[in-house]
């Protein structure tokens, strides 16, 4: 896969140096790195448009047009708008203008001189983001041909329905990541500029950088793992039952909900048996609880107490089968719809917030793709000292699907 890189300088020497360090980069062996190079606004501009561009690394300070300029320029294309782009700068170092680059658009502030330890596990993280990127756009093309096959063998509504939900869950997690990214990303902003502010003044020590430095290494290390996570989904399971643990399968799902779930207040509180391991489908099972977890987090938007807002889950096994417990506190079901909730189409949300076809798929990937059961009910509980009301869905499954 080539990867183009844009790096845009006004100062020749520091296109050279930027040029030299990038290419000295082990990327992945399935990538290779062009090095593109702009002197000025006007050309970075056009090159942008001309070219498909993983990374933007912009000088700011530049005659005739700065780089704050050429980015406003940028994200006003349809064709550039979604272009990372990440500042490179000398003398604008307050943090007055690092906040300044990131609101009108910017990925990332950096400051010059450059620091490799710094700059090069970021280029890394884009491109490998990027390369994901490109292989979910290649997967939905392979998935239109199956679906096109599906077509051809009368099935045309079922495979329909598979691409809308599917493409939804893939969506709602792109925006799950986004949240999951803010946090590491600023610990990783605020190390970098801890680190020149202290050297400038002469009190970095030591421990003091090697701390910054582990950092920056857990945050790119997190940030590396949600990537992974998200591929694994895309690329599913190729209807190949394969052997994993049920506790690793669910707390996946977990990882790829957690910024929502913190967003909304809600805690999970899980009660899981580590030992528990099955022959299935282990994607497919992550995209079912996606779903489950989805509903009840868009219930417990809903109920007025923020400070009571929970999702249980609980696993447990016999000697042939596992069970997967979900339920929540928000009130539960009515009872004249809950006959009705693994219908097509049927859902309670507004048009914009849901299809009405999660459960629908996630009822089919249990019964039909697993070889399971799934039910739901109404139950009242303690927790804590107090009583709660809400939904409980319980998914059974084979141990072994051989």
Same mark, same amino acid.
């Given at each position: 896969m080539i990867v183009n890189i844009l790096i845009v300088d006004d100062n020749q020497p520091n296109l050279e140096t930027l040029n030299f360090m990038i290419k000295d980069i082990d990327f992945e062996d399935n990538i290779d790195i062009n090095v593109i190079q702009a002197d000025n606004g006007n050309d970075?501009?056009?090159?942008?448009?001309?070219?498909?561009?993983?990374?933007?690394?912009?000088?700011?300070?530049?005659?005739?047009?700065?780089?704050?300029e050429v980015a406003r320029y940028l994200k006003k294309s349809s064709k550039t708008k979604d272009m990372p782009i990440a500042f490179l700068t000398a003398a604008h170092k307050s943090e007055d203008m690092r906040e300044y680059g990131l609101h009108i658009g910017a990925f990332d502030y950096f400051l010059k001189p450059i620091d490799p330890l710094i700059l090069i596990p970021k280029i890394k993280l884009y491109i490998k983001f990027y390369a994901i990127a490109t292989e979910l756009k290649n997967t939905n093309v392979i998935l239109e041909e199956k679906i096109k096959e599906a077509v051809d063998k009368n099935s045309k509504m079922e495979a329909k329905l598979y691409q809308s939900e599917k493409l939804a869950a893939m969506g709602e997690m792109i925006g799950n990541i986004a949240h999951q990214?803010?946090?590491?990303?600023?610990?990783?902003s605020t190390a970098a500029t801890g680190v020149k502010v202290q050297k400038v003044y002469g009190e970095l020590s030591d421990e003091e950088l090697f701390n910054l430095m582990d950092g920056i290494n857990n945050s790119v290390q997190f940030l590396s793992k949600t990537i992974d996570d998200f591929r694994d989904f895309v690329k599913g399971d190729n209807d190949q039952?394969?052997?994993?643990?049920?506790?690793?399968?669910?707390?996946?799902?977990?990882e790829l909900e957690e910024a929502v779930i913190k967003q909304n207040n809600i805690q999970v509180i899980k009660d899981l048996d580590d030992t528990i391991e099955l022959t299935n489908l282990p994607n497919g099972l992550i995209q079912a609880l996606l779903n489950i977890v989805n509903n009840a987090k868009d219930a417990l938007k809903l109920i007025e107490n923020k400070a009571d807002k929970f999702i249980f889950i609980e696993s447990?096994?016999?000697?042939?089968?596992?069970?997967?417990?979900? $339920?929540?506190?928000?009130?539960?079901?009515?009872?004249? !719809?809950?006959? +009705?909730i693994y219908e097509p189409y049927f859902t309670? @949300?507004?048009?914009?917030?849901?299809?009405?076809?999660?459960?629908?798929?996630?009822? $089919?990937?249990?019964?039909?793709?697993?070889?399971?059961? !799934?039910?739901? +009910?109404?139950?009242?509980?303690?927790?804590?000292? @107090?009583?709660?009301?809400?939904?409980?869905?319980?998914?059974?499954?084979?141990?072994?699907?051989?």
């Open positions: 970075a501009l056009n090159l942008a448009m001309k070219h498909d561009i993983a990374l933007i690394i912009l000088d700011i300070q530049m005659p005739d047009m700065d780089g704050f990214w803010r946090q590491p990303l600023s610990i990783i039952s394969v052997l994993f643990n049920l506790s690793e399968d669910i707390e996946k799902c977990c447990k096994k016999d000697k042939d089968n596992i069970f997967i417990l979900i $339920k929540d506190n928000a009130g539960g079901i009515p009872d004249d !719809i809950i006959d +009705k309670t @949300k507004h048009k914009s917030q849901g299809t009405g076809l999660g459960l629908h798929m996630t009822y $089919k990937i249990i019964t039909e793709n697993m070889k399971g059961t !799934i039910d739901v +009910k109404n139950v009242e509980y303690e927790f804590k000292g @107090k009583t709660y009301k809400g939904a409980q869905f319980k998914i059974t499954l084979p141990l072994n699907t051989d």
